[in-house]
């Protein structure tokens, strides 16, 4: 992997620093630039996750809605609106990515026919994962899907992640 312009001029600092012997600038500056790059791979991995392709997208994208879709989409309404939130059944992923399984597309279908028949609607997507990372890009990747299948503006769709045991995964809608 070829180094970034900035990952250069921080090395080519670093060794200007090693031949005037500046050892507590040193340590500090490689303390700070260890944690720089570490933070650059892990951002890196967590839009590769939000990237991938998911096949329960484009499953929801090649068919149109269905009157079972928009029954289900009337449920979810009604529970949201009594409720102020409603869990997003059926939507899974694939363990520790943001990769929905191909049996998400009817939750997703049912989710993108409320939205479009109820324009005022607007919803915090939040997700509970082993990983916050991960729990940010699922919320991500259900924002995207509706955004993508059904034109929703992302104005409406919030998202937010939150670390949580393996037991309580889930995808909730909340109302906003």
Do not use: C, W
């Amino acid at each position: 992997m070829m180094p970034t312009r900035d990952t250069r001029a921080a090395l080519a600092i670093a060794a200007a620093m090693l031949t005037i012997g500046a050892a507590p600038i040193h340590a500090q500056f490689t303390k700070r630039l260890t944690q720089a790059v570490q933070d650059n791979a892990e951002n890196r991995a967590i839009q590769k996750v939000v990237e991938h392709e998911n096949k329960a997208i484009d499953a929801a994208l090649s068919t149109k809605l269905t009157a079972a879709d928009n029954t289900a989409g009337e449920g979810m309404f009604a529970s949201l609106k009594g409720d102020g939130r409603v869990t997003l059944e059926g939507v899974t992923f694939k363990e520790g990515t943001a990769d929905m399984a191909d049996g998400s597309a009817p939750a997703l279908k049912a989710f993108g026919a409320m939205l479009k028949a109820h324009g005022d609607v607007k919803v915090r997507i939040e997700d509970y994962a082993d990983s916050k990372d991960v729990a940010v890009a699922r919320a991500q990747a259900v924002r995207d899907a509706m955004v993508k299948a059904y034109g929703i503006e992302t104005a409406r769709l919030q998202t937010e992640g939150y670390k949580g045991k393996t037991a309580e995964q889930r995808v909730e809608l909340v109302q906003l």
